[in-house]
């Protein structure tokens, strides 16, 4: 089945993020994922609709996949609060020490929507009716400095199944369980990317003549053909009314398309170059 999924993502904010993400020490920041969860409105209207199952299904299937997208960027070290409970029964130890640890951020996804409905279309000419399952739910993303329980980054996030030739002529449940792994799958992958480009901003580690090699690979969303443009980071800018820094200034240098990609790192080919060099952030276009 065809999925075409419809994603949105607006970041609270862009360069003040990076500059709190780079005053952290140098390694693997610690990351724990709080336990996905529905609002109570968005879990009431499911209940009844008849559709609170469904939900539950795919609320627990974010749950897990998001740990396991988060984790295969290979980019945090990753501290899952879901499993808080189990761990502390384990290690005989209070559940707190498993929900903060020494966590440098905290992300928190609570879905605020969720659509399940089956439409039926009749076509008289030909004699078929063709019965599909439109599924869709979307979540907010929101990253917290685990320190100081400040808001730093959110991002809205909404998948659905949009594929007008799916029939379901089989069992609702067989194809929901299908069309529910799908969908969540999706969207963990994109909360994990939208994480990963909020902490750690793709960089040029090398130029070669036409050619420069990021440090993202196939694990943290690169995809041949994608466009990026390249940015030169300046200086530090501060706020003349708070004293906070704004992060550093970027100037645009440049813009590249994916062309391999590799399980840690990918390679462009350099489209417009006024000073692209090795340490340059890259920020995906989207088209």
Known sequence: MRLAPIFSAVLAATMSVATVFAQAPVGPKKLAVGKVKAGAAVSAAALKSGKAISMARMTEALDGQLIAALES?????????????????????????????????????????????????????????????????????????????????????????????????????????????????????????????????????????????????????????QLWEVFALGQELIDPDTGKSLGKEEMAVGKVRVTRVNPATSQATILDDTGIDRGAVLRRVEQ
């Open 73 to 225: 960027t290979q980019k945090y070290e990753i501290l899952g609060r879901s499993d808080a409970d189990a761990l502390a029964t384990e290690a005989g130890a209070t559940k707190r020490v498993f929900e903060f640890g020494d966590a440098d951020y905290l992300l928190v996804v609570s879905v605020d929507d969720f659509q399940d409905a089956v439409k039926t279309a009749t076509f008289a000419a030909l004699g078929k009716t063709v019965t599909q399952r439109v599924v869709r739910f979307s979540a907010v993303g929101k990253i917290y400095d685990a320190k100081t329980n400040k808001i730093i980054a959110t991002a809205n996030f909404q998948e659905q199944n949009a594929d007008a030739e799916e029939q379901l002529g089989v069992k609702d449940g067989e194809t929901s369980d299908a069309l529910l792994v799908k969908l969540t799958r999706t969207m963990a992958e994109k909360i994990a990317q939208r994480v990963v480009d909020i902490g750690y901003p793709a960089r040029v580690v090398s130029k070669i003549d036409k050619m420069v090699t990021i440090n993202r690979g196939d694990a943290a969303g690169m995809v041949t053909g």
